[in-house]
């Protein structure tokens, strides 16, 4: 691979920037020459042949868009002379010809997690507090100021900050000065045994603004995404707070519990404040039930477990020119390699698969579930194109800067993500993950809604991916953050994990990076 240009697949007419290039520059791909007809900026494409107004772009082997102005070869592609443009797909041919990765060495692999008695495997041990409808909001915060702290679970938990030695140099008359020089950082083995409940690795107060006001629908669809949180193999137990007279019933999220887990045998506090006899009681009543469900969450013990029970989450988010071609195939990998284990993978955000729909549809394991997945792909855009948008408007100002200029350009790399095995399900949003193997997940592309679809549907860790950096994460499910590029890995050392920048540098491979070293 040339360290400044790459093409993606061999089908395609355009070329990848990997590093700035200047008007005039002549380059070589593969023994054929382009001169540079204006700057390329990196993570951005230029035409590998002339076009003319109306001709396919094609990208990773796909239609990607069309010119809607001549384009000479080595010039820029760019939303000036380019529109999105995606192929027509239907119920084809199913796809037998996966190539399963060899995950020999990764067979006795294991890792410590909670075991739950439905099965599933924990990768946390979290205690929720969460409303039934958001008029309950104020009461899950003052249940917040009353347990965080108290039982050390306060910002030093996240950020390892001792505050208590804060306060102690302010009583002894340190200076502005000294305090500002203090080294106040736990390591989190410190910040663990401040814990009164050691083996808890969090209470979780998960407010929203739902649960009533809004549509019937939206109220089913918020009790079913909370009975995916009580229910998730992270979570230890619930306090559910509860108004009375929302649409969001306790009835309602009873059964759904009782659908995703028949025998549902953890602690669960349902408090109803219009059946209380006062709101201090209401709070004493649940203050006093969760310390004695945090004592039984307690009593949990890491033990080993095999990587098919991992259910992996494949997200992204800021995601930038690199991301196709360096984070994405990476976590692909990993996911094909989980996959062959025997574990699950879920793959979200449809309006990020606008494009690839046939590659998708081919690969589903029967004609039902390639059925479902057409079905929910076509609803979901025509609900966007009646509410004023589509899939064409996906790409953000910020997408659009680094290189990725049409749906179908970020759809065809976000795809990436979910590797080349067989789709064993589509989900709908809020239905649970019940088969091994690649999952498709019905959700919106905005990557907070996604991320918080993949846990409630039981992802117990999702591998997130981007190019430009975002703080998006999850409160009980772990997000590993892997950059597309180094310099992103560089300037936001504090919340990424992984860099796939070296894919881009030739330090690494794909498959290297997702897991094979």
């Not at 709101?279 to 310390?291: A, C, P, R, Y």
């Not at 997408?399 to 590797?419: E, P, V």
């Not at 989900?427 to 690649?438: A, I, R, S």
């Amino acid at each position: 691979m040339s360290n400044r240009v790459l093409k993606v697949h061999p089908a395609d007419n355009v070329i990848v920037a990997l590093a700035d290039l200047m008007e005039g520059e002549n380059v070589t791909y593969l023994g054929e020459s382009f001169t540079i007809r204006e700057k390329i900026q990196v993570k951005h494409k230029f035409a590998a042949k002339d076009f003319s107004t109306g001709d396919p772009i094609t990208m990773y082997g796909v239609l990607v868009g069309k010119a809607v102005e001549p384009i000479p070869s080595g010039g820029l592609i760019s939303t000036r002379n380019v529109k999105h443009s995606s192929s027509e797909y239907k119920l084809g041919d199913r796809r037998t010809d996966w190539h399963i990765p060899n995950v020999k060495r990764w067979e006795s692999t294991t890792f410590m997690g909670y075991h739950r008695s439905d099965g599933r495997v924990g990768t946390a041990n979290h205690w929720l507090v969460i409303p039934m409808v958001f008029c309950e909001n104020r009461n899950v915060q003052v249940l917040k100021e009353l347990l965080v702290d108290e039982l050390g679970y306060g910002a030093n938990k996240d950020y390892h900050l001792d505050i208590a030695a804060l306060k102690h140099m302010h009583k002894a008359g340190a200076s502005a000065e000294e305090i500002m020089a203090a080294n106040i950082h736990l390591s989190p083995e410190q910040s663990r045994a401040n814990r009164f409940f050691p083996h808890v690795d969090g209470i979780k107060f998960l407010t929203h603004e739902g649960g009533c006001g809004g549509t019937r629908q939206d109220s089913h669809a918020l009790v079913a995404l909370l009975a995916g949180y009580i229910t998730h193999p992270n979570v230890a137990g619930a306090t559910v707070l509860s108004l009375g007279c929302q649409n969001a019933q306790v009835k309602d999220l009873e059964a759904a519990i009782a659908r995703i887990s028949p025998s549902f045998d953890k602690p669960l506090y349902i408090f109803e404040q219009q059946k209380s006899r006062s709101e201090e009681g209401l709070i004493s009543e649940s203050v006093k039930q969760t310390f004695i469900g945090l004592s039984k969450a307690n009593e949990m013990r890491r033990a080993p477990a095999p990587l098919s029970k991992l259910v992996l989450g494949l997200e992204c988010g800021g995601s930038d020119g690199f991301s196709g071609i360096s984070a994405n195939p990476a976590i692909g990998h990993t996911a094909d390699m989980l996959v062959a284990l025997g574990g699950t993978a879920i793959l979200s955000e449809f309006p990020e698969l606008c494009g690839v729909e046939q590659e998708l549809s081919d690969r589903c394991v029967d004609v039902e579930t390639a059925e479902k997945f057409i079905r929910l792909m076509r609803t979901y855009n025509a609900a966007a194109v009646a509410s004023g948008s589509g899939f064409d408007m996906n790409p953000s100002p910020g997408n659009i800067k680094d290189g990725l200029i049409t749906d179908a350009i970020k759809s065809a790399g976000a795809a990436k993500k979910g590797g080349t095995s067989p789709v064993t399900d589509v989900l709908d949003y809020t239905e649970q993950v019940t088969k091994p193997g690649l999952n498709l997940l019905c959700t919106p592309g905005n990557d907070v809604e996604s991320t918080t679809a993949l846990t409630g549907s039981g992802a117990n860790i999702t591998l997130f991916t981007t190019g430009l950096g975002t703080p998006t994460g999850n409160p009980i499910a772990p997000v590993v953050k892997v950059s597309s590029n180094t310099m992103l890995y560089n300037r936001m050392p504090d919340i990424i994990d992984i860099n796939a920048g070296t894919i881009i540098s030739g330090e690494d491979t794909i498959e290297s990076k997702g897991g094979d070293s």
